[in-house]
């Protein structure tokens, strides 16, 4: 079973910056696809960045720019680094790490709220 821990989360003024971490429990995080989501109360869940065992990412088109997603294999660990926030960033923001359809994991979430 994998375990995943955020960290980073909290409040910032609209143009602030912050940096999400995650780290994963386990021996399979080398070889797994990461990602970050978000999810605000009442709307689905939505892809923020992922990035997979070459180092290739991906992002929506509304963090493009000014999000960055990255990891260290040796910490277990994936980052977000979030410059430029807005206010329609606050959500709840979820690391997942998806190894197989079956070994598709989520963390509990860590809260971001950008406003004055």
């Known amino acids: 079973q994998v375990q995943l821990v955020e960290s980073g989360g909290g409040d910032v003024q609209p143009g602030g910056s912050l940096r999400l971490a995650c780290t994963s429990s386990?021996?399979?995080?080398?070889?797994?696809?990461m990602g970050w989501y978000r999810q605000v109360p009442g709307n689905q869940r939505e892809l923020v960045a992922t990035i997979d065992w070459r180092n290739i990412t991906k992002y929506a088109d509304s963090v493009q720019g000014r999000f960055t997603v990255s990891r260290d294999n040796a910490k277990n660990t994936m980052y977000l680094q979030m410059d430029s926030l807005k206010t329609e960033d606050t959500a709840v923001y979820y690391c997942n790490l998806r190894f197989s359809t079956t070994m598709d994991y989520w963390g509990t979430g860590t809260r971001i709220t950008v406003s004055t």
């Open positions: 386990g021996n399979i995080f080398r070889f797994a696809l």
